[in-house]
């Protein structure tokens, strides 16, 4: 098992900047691969970017491209999200969560998940 915390939320105005981070502990953190999914009031969580066991393919929601980053240091069992440009409606909670074997897009698909952090942009 993996035991999964994210930090780095908070309050921005839009166009500013935050990075997320997301500290595993456990099992090997590179037996997983990683995704950030996130979930807004009244929304459905939804995929935001995943990210391979070895950090060497990375995809996207459209809506993100561009402007988000994430990347994973296995030797610190660390995964982050650099978010830049934001707008309003990136407004949610964002999770990281971990699965065994590949990279898949779906909620469903992956096994561990963390508490969550809010991020908030205003306008």
């Known amino acids: 098992q993996v035991q999964l915390v994210e930090s780095g939320g908070g309050l921005v105005q839009a166009g500013g900047s935050l990075t997320l981070s997301c500290a595993a502990s456990g099992r090997t953190f590179s037996s997983y691969s990683m995704g950030w999914f996130r979930q807004a009031p009244g929304k459905e969580r939804e995929f935001v970017a995943g990210i391979s066991r070895f950090g060497g393919a990375t995809y996207y929601a459209d809506s993100v491209k561009g402007r988000f980053t994430m990347s994973r240091d296995n030797a610190k069992n660390t995964l982050y999200l650099q978010m830049s440009s934001l707008k309003p409606e990136d407004t949610a909670v964002y999770f990281c969560?971990?699965?065994?074997?590949?990279?898949?897009?779906?909620?469903?698909?992956?096994?561990?998940w963390g508490q969550g952090t809010q991020v908030t942009v205003s306008s």
């Open positions: 969560a971990a699965r065994v074997g590949g990279l898949y897009f779906q909620v469903a698909q992956y096994e561990y």
